[in-house]
């Protein structure tokens, strides 16, 4: 948790769409949220910084999701990490949960099931 007491939540998908407008909406139900678009700058931060949870896209450039993922357990084990992706399959689904994965949601969501997740997830913590 931050030192606001709010949890944190690190967004990382390639399409800047997606924390557009997942941002302002978590930002108004009292989350703190950093965004990232490439996975380089999202692994880099998640290096300075534990989020109380992470949100990834499974398909991207250079490290994909469950790369990310990965390395952010290794790093942070109590992080609630929410996986979301445009290519939803058991497999995707089963090695996610396998790898720690807290959320697997099929794009595209409706902004209830993200948030729905998201306190699922922040419950845990």
């Known amino acids: 948790m ?3 007491g709010k949890t944190s939540i690190l967004i990382l998908d390639d399409e800047p769409i997606v924390s557009k407008r997942l941002k302002p909406s978590l930002e108004k139900k009292g989350y703190e949220v950093e965004t990232f678009t490439a996975s380089i700058d999202a692994l880099q931060r998640a290096g300075e910084r534990n989020f109380d949870i992470v949100i990834t896209d499974l398909k991207m450039e250079g490290l994909d999701g469950m790369e990310f993922l ?56």
Do not use: M
Request: no cysteine; aromatic share 6%; proline share 3%.
């Open 70 to 125: 990965t390395k952010v357990k290794e790093r942070s084990p109590k992080t609630e990490v929410i996986v979301i992706t445009g290519f939803a399959t058991r497999e995707t689904a089963r090695e996610s949960f396998a790898k720690g994965a807290s959320g697997f949601l099929a794009k595209p969501f409706k902004l209830s099931e993200i948030t729905r997740a998201i306190e699922k997830a922040a419950k845990k913590i």
């Open 2 to 4: 931050s030192d606001e």
